[in-house]
Nanobody, 121 residues
Framework: QLQASGGGVARPGGSLRLSCKVS????????TGWFRQVPGKEREGVSC???????EYADSVRGRFTISSDNTQNTVYLQMNSLKPEDTAVYYC?????????????????WGQGTQVTVSS
């Protein structure tokens, strides 16, 4: 089970931090990723952290977003800085059982509910 939280409204240039609490799987063996989706568009991979803490980022967020993992809390975070209106979307977290970092949504086995992020002035 994955529980995402931390969405909300931010101004352009602002920051938000998303959290994904993971339960029911071996947290230290799974990769955890963040995806986002806007109505009418396909789900987009944003970032992923592997079981050995390798990270992947979409080009659109590299340098602005940072993914991290707290193994003591079974939680993955997505720190989003320098937010842009085009970051507005529903954000989902997901877990993938091979432990590799990937941004391909079909690789992921478990999905949490989405959390809305809105960037607007």
């Amino acid at each position: 089970q994955l529980q995402a939280s931390g969405g909300g409204v931010a101004r352009p240039g602002g920051s938000l931090r998303l959290s994904c609490k993971v339960s029911g799987v071996s947290f230290d063996e799974y990769s955890t990723g963040w995806f986002r989706q806007v109505p009418g568009k396909e789900r987009e991979g944003v970032s992923c952290i592997s079981s050995d803490d390798n990270t992947e980022y979409a080009d659109s967020v590299r340098g602005r977003f940072t993914i991290s993992s707290d193994n003591t809390q079974n939680t993955v975070y997505l720190q989003m800085n320098s937010l842009k209106p085009e970051d507005t979307a529903v954000y989902y977290c997901a877990a993938e059982g091979t432990g590799w970092a990937t941004l391909v949504s079909s690789d992921f086995d478990y999905w949490g509910q989405g959390t809305q992020v809105t960037v607007s002035s």
